[in-house]
């Protein structure tokens, strides 16, 4: 009968690990970072507030119907507020970790 504590040595190679993957590795295999995703998140709302001043424009001189310039210009608005509420729930839990006593 075998003890817990010698489940691996019957392999030869001492007791078994599951993290067998160095961290390095682990790291390189991961998705983005969050500041990655930040980053693609800002350039897309940054091309957004283009596309709508660029509709303005278009409307303005009656290549586009009032309708699309207008739906450009919300998707423009809401994807900007959504941007500012992530920027606050980010600092909100950056104050929060800040006020923490270690």
Same mark, same amino acid.
């Given at each position: 009968m075998t003890d817990i504590n010698g489940i691996g040595s019957g392999l030869g190679k001492g007791p078994i690990s599951l993290n067998t993957e160095p961290l390095a590795s682990r790291v390189q295999r991961r998705s983005p970072g969050f500041s990655d995703r930040l980053k693609s998140a800002v350039l897309d709302v940054n091309s957004k507030q283009h596309i709508g001043d660029a509709s303005i424009e278009a409307v303005i001189q009656g290549e586009m119907g009032i309708h699309e310039g207008m739906m450009a210009l919300g998707k423009a $608005?809401?994807?900007?507020?959504?941007?500012?509420?992530?920027? $606050?729930?980010?600092?909100a839990a950056y104050n929060e970790i800040m006020r923490m006593q270690v």
């Open positions: $608005n809401t994807s900007l507020k959504l941007l500012a509420q992530v920027r $606050n729930k980010a600092m």
